[in-house]
């Protein structure tokens, strides 16, 4: 049984990253049948604020992708590790040390004169025939993991291919703090050993742990998982994504209009794809994932073919659905659609217009409230001539017996003979007396929708 998990940091908000590694995760888990948790790393009280948690879970919900298991908290577990941390020192795998801080300051100081590397002398290390110093009385021990002294660690990374590093590059890391509380390489390996994770789907920024994990899922004779590192999400300028300068946040998606099964469908393609395939849905890409597809350079974000294939699943969503999702913006611009056409139907006129629902929203606008046009619109297509041409027009649309956009189009031919112009001499001032601008779809499914009454008033001033 596949079972693989998501494990944010409570940061404060869902990063976009975190949610390609979430979404790769969950279409691994959803591909094989398999079990996908959600594990809050909460170890850090500071940021792991309820707030920021709820951020996570929200994220998670906005883009819809579903767990099976948890969300588990990292805090609730402590004395899980503890009991690990103890079947550890039983059986010899780990120790108490206890240099201080001052001493260690030292030591990394003499290090560093002599040009080595800084690291722990393992100077608390038991070993055969070594005696360890006394115990201080008043300086509460750290506990650190005995990793071994010679070797590699290798994995067959799904994504990176072979990786190995010499234990020689590993310190004793420390496993416990003076206060008894985990370190956080520890909490994972616990928690992916109970989750019973058979793959660890994660970013690329963890491949420093992964050695140090597999050392620790060894010694307490753990099996090991598949390791898949996933790499960064560039910006446009091929920078690493920052708060300040992109967006980063899964809420600043949502502010800006982009459909969550749009921002999937682009951090899907991030790194992976299934030929030239640019449009798919979440079906077809748990269908296709593997992770031996994914690339492993990193990639960049290209804002504009984000915002085509949001227009895409703009274009593909269901009206109504949409029409729910752009009511607070509409209602922020205060604009009631009741008083007016059935939202669907405008959506369904207007939507392959936009590439946002920000977009959306303000190109449903003209059809509940009278919209004054620009000064240039008004210069460019409303001389005096054409206003009385117009109150020829709105003659002729009172007559009509039916209401309807096949009725009106039928007006325009004759009309425009009569007066001898062209449709561009009608249509033009048409929408910018009716709509207030001069962009809009099809202007006689436009009029048809604004209905008789409204069209009427608006024209006549
Ligand atoms: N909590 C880590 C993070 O947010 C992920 C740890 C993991 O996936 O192993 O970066």
Redesign the pocket.
């Known amino acids: 049984m596949i079972r693989t998990?998501?494990?944010?940091?409570p940061t404060g908000y869902l990063h976009i990253g975190?949610v390609r590694?979430a979404l790769f995760s969950w279409a691994y888990a959803r591909k094989h049948g398999g079990v996908f948790v959600l594990r809050i790393?909460d170890t850090d009280l500071e940021r792991s604020t309820p707030e920021s948690v709820k951020a996570i879970l929200d994220g998670m919900h906005w883009v819809g992708l579903d767990y099976d298991e948890g969300p588990f908290y990292q805090t609730e577990r402590f004395d899980r590790y503890k009991e690990v941390i103890q079947q550890l020192l039983d059986a010899g795998h780990a120790y108490y040390c206890y240099a201080s801080k001052e001493e260690l300051e030292a030591m990394r100081a003499e290090q560093e004169a002599r040009g080595e590397k800084p690291r722990y002398d393992r100077r608390w290390r038991p070993e055969e025939g070594k005696t360890l110093p006394t115990p201080p009385a008043d300086v509460q021990p750290v506990v650190r993991f005995k990793n071994p002294l010679d070797g590699v660690v290798a994995w067959d990374d799904a994504v990176k291919g072979r990786i190995e590093i010499s234990n020689t590059e590993l310190d004793d890391l420390i496993i416990a703090r003076p206060d008894g509380s985990p370190t956080y390489n520890f909490c994972?390996v616990v928690d992916?050993w109970d989750m019973n994770i058979t793959h660890?789907i994660?970013?690329d920024?963890?491949v420093n742990?992964t050695p140090r994990q597999i050392n620790i899922l060894k010694a307490i004779g753990a099996p090991l998982p598949v390791y898949g590192h996933l790499p960064m999400i560039l910006n446009e300028d091929g920078q690493k994504m920052s708060k300040r300068r992109d967006a980063v946040s899964v809420v600043d998606y949502a502010d800006k209009g982009i459909l969550p099964e749009a921002l999937l469908n682009y951090l899907a393609r991030l790194g992976w794809g299934h030929g030239d395939d640019e449009f798919f849905t979440m079906e077809q890409f748990v269908e296709w994932f593997e992770l031996k597809d994914v690339s492993p350079s990193a990639s960049r974000f290209n804002n504009e073919k984000f915002l085509w294939l949001n227009a895409q699943h703009i274009k593909a969503a269901d009206n109504l659905r949409l029409a729910q999702l752009i009511a607070p913006r509409l209602a922020a611009a205060n604009i009631d659609p009741a008083n007016g056409p059935c939202l669907a139907d405008v959506i369904a006129l207007v939507k392959e217009r936009v590439q946002d629902l920000n977009a959306l929203a303000a190109e449903c606008d003209y059809f509940y409230a009278r919209r004054t046009p620009s000064a240039a619109d008004l210069e460019k297509h409303l001389s005096d001539e054409s206003r009385e041409r117009m109150g020829r027009f709105a003659e002729r649309l009172a007559a009509l017996p039916e209401w309807t956009a096949e009725s009106i189009h039928a007006l325009f031919k004759p009309f425009c003979a009569d007066e001898g112009i062209k449709m561009g001499q009608l249509g033009m001032p048409l929408r910018v007396l009716v709509c207030g601008t001069a962009q809009t779809p099809s202007v006689d499914a436009v009029l048809a929708l604004i209905g008789r009454d409204e069209v009427l008033a608006r024209m006549r001033g």
Not at 5 to 9: C, D, V, Y
């Open positions: 998990r998501f494990a944010p940091s975190g590694t790393e994972v992916d660890v994660r970013g920024d963890h742990n």
